[in-house]
DNA sequence: CAGGCTTATCGTTAAACGACGATAGACGAT
DNA sequence: ATCGTCTATCGTCGTTTAACGATAAGCCTG
């Protein structure tokens, strides 16, 4: 419950991380909107240089977000909903009200 | 429909930057967790530099996600579950299936 | 008022990020 | 085989982040 919680930590804040990044919402965006495979129209898209969105791609695609296939001389990009299952639920557990009591008069245990 | 989803995109990444550390994510789920309020407890939870947990905790505060409120010499940190919900939103977006249909024969239009 | 506790800020250092241009690799078409 | 296109990688530069110690500020208690 301690050691785990670090890992599960670590993983969510990868995700976040990918998340961090408007230019990486963007591709997210158009990923999802787009109702065939893009390669350089991302490139197009962001208003970046090519190497920039290469290096987000590899970002999203590192942090299980999105996938590549192979479609001859381009890349056919993809999301993976998957990937996201842990960082929603750490979502949900924060969102959930739980306990507006704060500041509840409990000094800290004595010696 | 394009400027627009620029301000939104910066806004959930900066939701998503505060979440991308795992000290960040210990905190939220310590104040999740936590019946009263808590000050230093916090430093002594993640382990880190009293300095390095008032940092986070200001970039918590900053990102809207904690709000801190002032009782007597400590400060009683809590939770802001509303500060969410654009990245939920966001994210719920991505997790619905849309298309599998990837990698469409659609060549670019020709000169 | 003095002391102690809690939190924020300052200054510094090392590491990571973001962006770019230039270059190299892979593949289909000619 | 050669060309053109698309993508990934490399090297670089400036900015930002993370972490720490040291220090200051605020507020109860005695």
Redesign the interface.
């Known amino acids: 419950m301690t050691s785990a919680?670090?890992d599960e930590?670590?993983l969510?804040?990868?995700l976040?991380?990918a998340?961090?990044?408007?230019a990486?919402?963007?591709i997210?965006?158009l990923l999802?909107a787009t109702?065939?495979?893009i390669g350089g129209d991302i490139v197009d898209a962001v208003g970046l240089a090519q190497s920039t969105v290469s290096e987000h791609l590899r970002i999203l695609k590192a942090a299980g977000?999105i996938r590549g296939?192979i479609?001859g001389p381009r890349i056919?990009y993809?999301?993976n909903?998957d990937a996201?299952?842990a960082?929603?639920g750490?979502?949900?557990?924060?969102?959930?009200?739980?306990?507006?009591?704060?500041?509840?008069p409990?000094p800290k245990a004595p010696s």
Chains 1, 2 share one sequence.
């Open positions: 919680e670090t930590d670590t969510i804040a990868g976040a991380k998340l961090a990044h408007p990486r919402l963007q997210l965006r999802r109702p065939g495979c977000v296939q479609d056919c993809g999301l909903p996201m299952i960082l929603s750490f979502l949900a557990t924060l969102t959930a009200p739980a306990n507006t009591t704060c500041c509840i409990q």
